[in-house]
């Protein structure tokens, strides 16, 4: 499925072209998911003029890829993820969601965000057995028993979601708030995935869970992912992560309002690393001159976000 | 470790008290405000044993009994060998009790559409750009000021008095529904989107439903205001109520029925925030209040 190598070189810092990361995939005609032509964000910034958020981005996304987008802090990053989303539109360009424009948040899209990803007011099995009844039936449509006997096969499969995630059987009757930040996120996760969307997006949806827990979620993230291959954005500002998780990164920098021409894509290319099992990436000599070479592009301005490469035995992000 | 109690730590932030110091401590204003009563109501009757101002414990005792057994000079007198039962349905604080708890509900029900349109005004923002200058103008408008152009209006009969407590509280309760939906986090209602929720879906079925137990806290804060409004047109035009029973004994300065009337009021609104603070536990026990 992965073209051959090519290792993250400062030549990639030139704005990235249309097709950066669709030729890997060009002969095995893989389809388009997600693509966004010229696309563009500014706002008016009052007296300062108009403020470019996001210019001439150029992405096309095939389908089953894991992409990450990769950036320090008001790069556009999670404004990038919004438009795939349908929660923001941009001022310019066109964004395109399995075949047709987005115009409005829908189920082609699942959402898991960094926190309040569950309804506090349903238990666990409710809040993952809520999308696939909306999608099912109406207010009226639950009246008939045809909807209460698929709602007891949805309630089976909800479980078995849930239980592959991780939780116990106790759990599921639980409200969001008597569940720690990172069961919380595999339930958001069970829930966006129950309603087999073809796009998975998720904004920083582990930033803020502790390492360990963070990297138990990764790896079952990755073999969610590797299962049943839904195409996955992913937003992070963690290297480790991104190079741990991504078949594709996309590493945005700043827009200099100056340079109205130049895009924010700096990086946008298929992983080498992606090619090795998930337990070994980290451990490859190219993961850490990658993330050596991505910690100098992505956060050049800044160093708040900066890690260190993983230790030799352990991927920890 | 030194364990001796010092008197200086009752004051401080970080102790904790027992259940027992608690549930003790709750209880001495009462019985402080009590004696002080007692005190008073002695000193004075010792000067003038007639003395109608403070009455002495017989003298309330005496007007509470006839308050709850008695029925009001304007009725028909209750046979005073009748069960008990019979004598407080038929008495002058059972009559004034049911009149203002009509009234109060049902400015309470007509409130249901106020908290409706402050949740659709956070929810659509063009119902909201619509609305919201409008509600936070006629929030400032002092209640009490429309009394006359609801008498115009209404009459002096049961409508003007319902709607003094509407208008009074609604302005209040929109503005508070609004700020409160408006709370919920964005990425809920993007998340409920996602997973093929309609319009409706979303502001009823996750908007309101996480937000219901903030607004009945809400309406909780507003019982007073209610009562407030409540007694001020019943004081002003009524034939029976509470506020009218106060107003009337004032000309009278029967303070033996003023007294346990006030008593009686603020037991029935502690009473009715007591089952919306209950209701509200137990629709709700994923509430967590801040």
């Known amino acids: ?317 | 470790m030194n364990t001796a109690f010092h008197p200086a730590d009752l004051a401080g932030i970080q102790v904790r008290p027992s259940r027992l110091w608690t549930q003790s401590l709750g209880w001495i204003l009462f019985a402080v405000g009590i004696a002080l009563y007692a005190q008073f109501s002695i000193a004075r009757h010792k000067e003038n044993p007639e003395d109608r101002v403070v009455p002495s414990a017989q003298q309330l005792i005496q007007g509470i009994k006839s308050a709850a057994l008695e029925s009001a000079e304007e009725d028909d007198p209750v046979d005073a060998n009748a069960p008990l039962i019979e004598r407080f349905s038929h008495s002058m604080l059972w009559k004034d009790t049911l009149s203002s708890s009509k009234r109060f509900l049902i400015a309470l029900v007509l409130l249901i559409p106020a908290i409706l349109l402050g949740l659709h005004m956070a929810v659509f923002p063009y119902f909201g750009a619509l609305c919201l200058r409008f509600v936070t103008f006629f929030d400032k408008i002092v209640a009490l000021s429309l009394l006359p152009i609801l008498f115009i209006v209404f009459g002096i009969e049961e409508w003007s008095k319902i709607a003094l407590m509407v208008i009074g509280v609604a302005p209040t309760l929109i503005l508070d529904t609004f700020n409160i939906a408006k709370g919920v986090p964005r990425e809920q209602i993007v998340k409920a989107f996602t997973l093929k929720s309609s319009d409706i879906d979303v502001t009823y079925r996750i908007v309101l439903k996480q937000v219901l137990p903030q607004i009945i806290n809400s309406v909780r804060l507003n019982l007073k205001p209610l009562a407030l409004f409540l007694f001020a047109g019943e004081m002003i035009a009524a034939t029976d109520g509470l506020a009218y029973r106060i107003a009337l004994m004032r000309r009278h300065m029967g303070m033996d029925i003023i007294l346990p009337y006030v008593l009686w009021v603020a037991l029935l609104l502690f009473l009715a925030d007591a089952i919306l603070r209950f209701t509200n536990r137990r629709l709700h026990p994923w509430y967590q209040p801040l």
Request: glycine fraction near 6%; charge should be neutral; proline fraction near 7%.
């Open chain 1, 1 to 317: 499925m992965v073209s051959a190598p090519v290792t993250l070189s400062p030549a990639h810092l030139a704005p990235a072209p249309a097709a950066a990361i669709a030729p890997a995939r060009a002969t095995e005609a893989a389809r388009v998911e997600i693509s966004l032509r010229k696309v563009g964000v500014a706002y008016s910034a009052g007296k300062e003029g108009t403020k470019t958020v996001l210019a001439n981005i150029d992405l096309e996304i095939p389908a089953g890829e894991f992409v990450v987008l990769l950036g320090e802090t008001g790069c556009g990053k999670s404004t990038l993820l919004r438009l795939m989303l349908g929660q923001e539109f941009p001022t310019s360009g066109e964004v395109i969601v399995d075949g047709k424009p987005v115009k409005r948040i829908d189920s082609r899209t699942g959402y898991v965000p960094q926190k309040y990803s569950l309804f506090p007011d349903r238990t666990v099995l409710e809040n993952v057995m809520y999308g696939p009844e909306n999608a099912r039936a109406g207010l009226l449509g639950r009246l008939t028993p045809s909807f209460w006997r698929f709602r007891r096969e949805l309630r089976e499969e909800a479980i078995q979601s849930l239980t592959r995630m991780g939780l116990r059987p106790q759990d599921m009757k639980k409200y969001p708030y008597q569940l720690s930040g990172g069961m919380q996120q595999r339930v958001a996760i069970a829930q966006a995935l129950l309603m087999k969307p073809p796009v998975l997006l998720l904004d920083e949806a582990f930033s803020a869970l502790d390492p360990s827990t963070r990297s138990s979620l990764q790896e079952l993230l990755h073999s969610i992912w590797a299962e049943s291959r839904p195409t996955v954005v992913f937003v992070t500002h963690n290297t480790t992560e991104a190079l741990l998780l991504g078949t594709t990164l996309i590493v945005l920098g700043r827009h200099r309002d100056e340079e109205p021409e130049k895009s924010n894509v700096l990086v946008a290319q298929q992983l080498p690393t992606a090619q090795l099992p998930f337990a070994q990436r980290c451990n490859s000599a190219e993961f850490r001159e990658q993330h050596e070479f991505l910690e100098r592009v992505a956060f050049a301005s800044s160093s708040r976000y900066r890690t260190q490469p993983p230790a030799q035995e352990g991927c920890h992000a």
